[in-house]
């Protein structure tokens, strides 16, 4: 014969934290997807809000679709930027970070080298995407994107629109993050990707150049079973200030065998004299717009 466990009075010494993941980051509300794919809106304990879409937690039911963050789990990775007052968390956790940019709106180089340095510096693997290739005169971004190439970089040609097939390789296995400026299709490719989604997306304004802002908060969807994809709002800027010297210039891949053969340890390669990256430039063995490009972001460190 079998006798009863008295469970209820177990459950009411001890209910054990339920683990979950952050599906979407709403300022100090957070929803937390449970194993069994339950959703449960979450805030946090006092001002503690230094959390993101992708972060583990575990959690404490306060009602059946409401509870609060107890813990956060150790980060494999997390993606962030910052200006000099603040930073703001991208998501935390992800594996690749698609760069998507497209023919129209045009898209800004200097943003996607921000973009390119975050990933390094946060051991990111990135993956440039150009969408809208189906529109007409799609050479000219085209063509701005053959140094990427050089660098290492994959570029992947595609319209989200018209076929997604070529970037599903890419995102088997991964947590990815979608991030670029507003307006390049983003939104258009979880679409793509996820028939049974229906984020919302919005036409671009040709007169200003640019999207709509649609997106307005990160979002975590499952591909399958051991990959997700992030959508995320359009960026206006990617401040890198949180970075260090040393991390900046390592973040530049190409930089890296000249790194320590400058005249000066503590070189810039700003205007000091027999700077290795300098004479790389003037060889050609490094782009000169790179190294703009490092200086600029170089004159915003705070070091
Ligand atoms: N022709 C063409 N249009 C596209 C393609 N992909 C997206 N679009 C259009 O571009 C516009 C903007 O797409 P969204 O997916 O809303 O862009 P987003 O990057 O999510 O923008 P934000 O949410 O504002 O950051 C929409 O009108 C889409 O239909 C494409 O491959 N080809
Ligand atoms: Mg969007
Ligand atoms: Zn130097």
Redesign the pocket.
Known sequence: MHTKTPTTSIANHFIPPLQGIIVAAYGKRFQVELPDKKRISCVTRGKKTDLTCGDLVTIKLTDQHEGVVETTLPRKTLLYRSNAFKSKMLAANVTQIVI?L?TQPSFYEGLLNRCLIAAEAANIKPLIVL?????PDHDHASEKLALYTTLGYKVLR?????DITALKPYLEGETSI?V??????????I?ALLPNESV?????SHVLDS?????TATHLYHLDSTSQLI????LQEFGLHHLSAGELEHAFVEFRPYLGKCRFNNCKHLQEPDCAIKAAVTSQDIHAARLAMYQTLRAELST
């Open positions: 998507v497209a969408n809208k290739c189906d529109l595609l319209s989200a629109k018209e979608l670029g400026q507003s307006g390049m299709g983003k939104s258009t490719m679409n919302r997306t919005q036409e671009v999207g709509k802002h649609t997106t959508d995320s709002p359009g």
